[in-house]
């Protein structure tokens, strides 16, 4: 096992699979709101991948070792959940946060990103719920800012690591970014805390993701008996936001983007 260079034509394809990724979470936005179930979610961006994108949803069945196959084209992972969420029959409502995260495969290649939605607006939002979902959206962007050739997958996992336990945050261990393809999850690990110069060193042609699941309490997971959802172990609130990213010659490019795609977070220093 070894970490995958894209060719350039690799690349072109990991662009248009990005984009159509990307573009399943703008038009499932206006659907996220109070009173919606996560299982309509699911079945709305389904039937948008398979009849206008012609993109498969890759969790659907998919079957890690050790793992039941998962059942549903999305994940939904509300409140304390942390990732992995099975789209179900409850409804959100006004005030839940939801993390959706949409991974697709067009013409072989996958895309894998994620967005934080607060059910019923900002103003639905607990300061805390909003403070959370922005503190672990920058923590992505400062993760992503380091990219560039020569640079160590530590150096992401520092700047993360720093700046959600600077907000009180903790970083979850057990899961993490992954390169990314032809295969759903390949090498390397992107794991979202560490040390500075130290890990893998990025090389032009690299793609993976950076996907920092920030918890406002402790860092403990559990998982629940439907053997896929995984939940903070004291309950606390969970955020999480995904890119799928390039290393580019001098730096990186954000593969996962479209038209509704957040600004960036790009502070100054970073
Ligand atoms: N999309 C998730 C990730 O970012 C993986 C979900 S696996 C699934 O890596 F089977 F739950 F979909
Ligand atoms: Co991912
Ligand atoms: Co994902």
Redesign the pocket.
């Known amino acids: 096992m070894s970490i995958v260079i894209k060719t350039p034509e690799d690349i072109e394809k990991m662009r248009v699979a990005g984009r159509l990724a990307s573009e399943v979470l703008d038009y499932i936005t206006p659907h996220v709101q109070p009173g919606v179930t996560t299982e309509e979610l699911d079945r709305l961006c389904h039937e948008y991948m398979v009849k206008e994108q012609g993109s498969i949803p890759a969790p659907l069945n998919y079957q890690p070792p050790g793992y039941t196959p998962y059942p549903k084209a999305i994940c939904t992972s509300v409140n304390h959940v942390v990732c992995h969420g099975i789209p179900g029959p409850k409804p959100l409502k006004r005030g839940d946060s939801v993390n959706l995260?949409i991974?697709i495969i067009k013409d072989g290649y996958h895309g894998?990103?994620?967005r934080m939605f607060l059910v019923g607006g900002e103003a639905a939002a607990t300061i805390q719920s909003r403070r959370l979902a922005q503190i672990t959206y920058e923590c992505m962007w400062l993760g992503i800012a380091k990219v560039r050739p020569g640079a160590r997958l530590g150096d992401i996992g520092h700047v993360i690591q720093r700046h959600a336990e600077n907000a009180g945050y903790s970083v979850v261990r057990e899961f993490c970014?992954?390169g990314?393809g032809k295969k759903?999850?390949e090498e390397p690990q992107v794991v979202h805390y560490g040390r500075p110069g130290t890990g893998v060193e990025l090389r032009e042609g690299m793609i993976f993701?950076i996907?920092p699941m920030i918890n406002a309490g402790k860092a403990a997971i559990s998982e629940l008996p439907d053997g896929w959802t995984i939940i903070t172990k004291d309950r606390s609130l969970s955020a999480q936001w995904?890119h799928?990213v390039l290393v580019t010659a001098d730096g990186y490019e954000v593969l996962t983007v479209s038209a509704g795609s957040p600004a960036p977070y790009l502070p100054a220093q970073a």
């Open positions: 995260d991974t894998d990103n994620s970014g992954h990314i759903f999850h993701t996907e995904e799928t």
